[in-house]
């Protein structure tokens, strides 16, 4: 366009010439002096046109009298326009009033959905492989500083001992108590097995008979060796036989013991009921005095705060989860086996569930929306200013030909059309002046003349 512009100034200069060697030559010709005053007009129109649009970025012909508007008055363009964006195009209040009538939720929901229908992949997948890449990018030992304060943080505030008596109440009621001894009992019978247990046995009777004959003054310890020696010689004393039948009634002890309804079981279980009662309540319930045990653990509880660092067993728990986490191998614990694929059949089943229930949950969707829209009012009425500051601060980033080139992009087609339309409409009034002039005005003033 702008070249179209420049080729109508130069077309037009060259009919002005031309019409002007014709008006000079047939002065007496109406048609050559109509054709000449259009012209002329026209003419006349584009200059005072391209100099109008030219003062605006340059100084046309070298005046500087109200030219280059642009580059002078860059401080007042940016200023009105900070000003138009923040009074006119997005004020304060039409931008609180669109955000008080969007559903940011349903909004983030469909665009989740479709993301996940393209992919096609769940929300459960995706938040395990989010997990993922957040546990192999941990600082280990920020994460581990971290949680320690905050777990210590959570201890101090914590009623330990209500959460022991709780959990002591709750493995009881759901039978981790009883797998718990079963573990236990098992572990035992293990170890009876084969002869060094019965060895233990005898070499700890072997110690206690050392100790009493060896316990004593001269003459107790000379009866004692007597006496001994009298009953291994009689068969009364045997440490083998006495070994053997110990491990014997050990044997049949544990063996007994894998009956859940054994009475030693049951005391054991009756007792840590009680125990979990008094933690919970804080008074031994039997006396009603301050539980010694409660008091026990709270102040074990604030001097392992205060002197034991979690940090080293944290990093190891972290750094042992990570190295689990990329490799399939089972964990057994109890009678079971846990692999990493399990923990992600069960991460991605639970937050698919979770997914469903709150997509079908209005309520649930209304109160986080609500959340967020008073999350966004909120940093609109606070950082609301930062809008004028980043366009204000942008367009000074912007050189003096930038910001022309800029203006030149966005209305330099409009501004040339001005130029070309200026030719039309100069054209227009010379004709329309010379037409008035010639039998408009001219025969008025001969009138005027003969009368």
């Not at 014709?22 to 010709?29: E, K, V």
């Amino acid at each position: 366009m702008y070249r179209k512009a420049n080729f109508g100034l130069i077309v037009l200069a060259v009919l002005f010439l031309a019409t002007l060697y014709f008006h000079l030559r047939f002065a007496d010709s109406r048609g050559v002096h109509f054709l000449f005053f259009a012209v002329e007009s026209a003419l006349v129109a584009t200059l005072a046109d391209w100099y109008a649009v030219s003062a605006l970025f340059t100084r046309p012909l070298g005046i500087k009298w109200h030219t280059d508007l642009l580059g002078r008055n860059r401080a007042n363009l940016t200023k009105g326009i900070v000003g138009m964006v923040e009074s006119e195009l997005l004020p304060k209040a039409t931008l609180l009033s669109h955000v008080r009538d969007i559903h940011f939720v349903n909004i983030g929901m469909e665009w989740l959905e479709s993301h996940l229908a393209a992919n096609k992949t769940t929300v459960g997948e995706k938040v395990w492989v989010a997990l993922r890449q957040l546990l192999l990018s941990l600082d280990i030992d920020k994460s581990s500083a971290f949680i320690e304060q905050k777990l210590k943080e959570a201890l101090k505030s914590a009623n330990v001992s209500s959460l022991a008596g709780e959990a002591i109440r709750w493995s009881t009621r759901e039978g981790h108590l009883d797998r718990l001894l079963d573990h236990l009992v098992g572990f035992a019978r293990e170890r009876l097995h084969g002869t060094h247990t019965r060895s233990a046995i005898r070499d700890l009777l072997e110690s206690e008979r050392r100790k009493y004959v060896n316990k004593g003054n001269f003459f107790k310890r000379q009866a004692k060796k007597f006496m001994e020696s009298m009953a291994e010689k009689t068969g009364v004393l045997d440490l083998d036989d006495a070994a053997d039948a110990l491990y014997r009634e050990i044997v049949e002890l544990v063996k007994s013991l894998e009956d859940r309804n054994h009475d030693l079981r049951l005391l054991v279980k009756d007792a840590l009921e009680r125990i979990g009662d008094d933690l919970q309540s804080g008074m031994t319930l039997s006396t009603g005095e301050i539980n010694p045990i409660r008091r026990a653990v709270d102040e074990w509880k604030n001097d392992a705060i205060h002197r034991v660092s979690f940090q080293p067993v944290i990093s190891q728990l972290l750094n042992a989860f990570i190295a689990y986490m990329n490799r399939d191998e089972p964990i057994k614990y109890w009678d079971r086996e846990l692999r990493t694929s399990d923990i992600k059949a069960w991460t991605i089943d639970f937050v698919n569930r979770y997914w469903d229930r709150f997509r079908q949950d209005e309520m649930k969707k209304d109160a986080l929306n609500q959340y967020a829209r008073q999350l966004i009012v909120h940093v609109v009425e606070k950082e609301y200013h930062r809008i004028g500051q980043i366009v204000h601060k942008t367009l000074e980033s912007f050189t003096d030909e930038r910001l022309k080139q800029l203006v030149k992009d966005k209305v330099g087609e409009d501004l040339q059309a001005i130029r070309l339309n200026g030719a039309v409409v100069g054209a227009i009034i010379g004709c329309v002046l010379f037409l008035v002039l010639h039998f408009v005005y001219d025969p008025i003033l001969q009138l005027l003349g003969n009368g």
